[in-house]
């Protein structure tokens, strides 16, 4: 087995801020995720990686950068905190398979004010 | 750009009566099913998946996917208070050179089981 650590738990950053999310697993996936998860809205794919070093855009992309450091590890970039923004944000892993599970994270809730 | 839609919004059944929550989406092509379950405040869960027509059963938990009706159903059996959740449902469609193993979700079921 293995586990999605997301850090931190809670976020609370000002408008016009950046503020950085991390992840890490210890799945030795290939692939990692990040989505984004509003009331109402379900989910929504902000960037993945197919492997180390390897950026692709999802869905959300416009205002979040993306790092993938190494293979185990993923950080989600806010570029510019917006007010009154409140969020989930997931991060997921799976291997590099159309049929591979996805795994994921707790999440971090975020909270601008 | 596939679309999934989830229905009811919310359901609640008593303890050991059969819940069934649908999910319909707008690819036919589309091979890759998922059912998931959020708890408050948790991450997500997977409970089937499922990657042809006909039905694909773990534990209390079945799957039945039409793809020529565009829908996908979740059944399960003999519900527990524990299983109060959101449930959601996840299409993945077919993957073209780098775009990964992407997921659309809908926007969940809410069960309540009631005991």
């Known amino acids: 087995g293995g586990i999605i650590t997301q850090t931190p738990k809670f976020l609370i950053g000002q408008e016009g801020q950046k503020l950085t999310l991390k992840c890490q697993q210890n799945f030795n996936h290939d692939t990692m995720y990040w989505y984004r998860q509003d009331s109402g809205k379900g989910l929504r794919l902000i960037y993945y990686?197919?492997?180390?070093?390897?950026?692709q855009k999802g869905d959300l992309s416009e205002g979040y950068d993306a790092s993938r450091e190494k293979k185990s590890s993923f950080s989600l970039t806010v570029t510019s905190a917006q007010k009154n923004e409140m969020a989930v944000f997931l991060c997921?892993?799976?291997?590099?398979?159309?049929?591979?599970?996805?795994?994921f994270g707790p999440g971090t809730r975020l909270t601008v004010l | 750009q596939q679309k999934v839609q989830q229905s009811p919004e919310s359901l609640t059944v008593s303890e050991g009566a059969m819940a069934s929550l649908n999910c319909t989406f707008s690819d036919g092509t589309s091979n890759n099913f998922r059912w998931y379950r959020q708890h408050s405040a948790k991450g997500l869960e997977v409970l089937v998946s499922i990657f042809s027509d006909g039905e694909k059963e773990e534990g209390r938990f079945t799957a039945h996917l039409n793809r020529a009706n565009l829908h996908v159903s979740l059944h399960i059996r003999e519900p527990q208070p524990s299983d109060s959740a959101v449930y959601l449902c996840?299409?993945?469609?077919?993957?073209?050179?780098?775009?990964?193993?992407?997921?659309?979700f809908g926007i969940g079921t809410l069960l309540s089981v009631k005991p």
């Open positions: 990686s197919i492997t180390e070093n390897d950026l």
């Open positions: 997921a892993s799976s291997m590099w398979d159309n049929y591979a599970e996805q795994f």
């Open positions: 996840a299409v993945s469609p077919p993957s073209y050179g780098s775009s990964g193993n992407k997921l659309i």
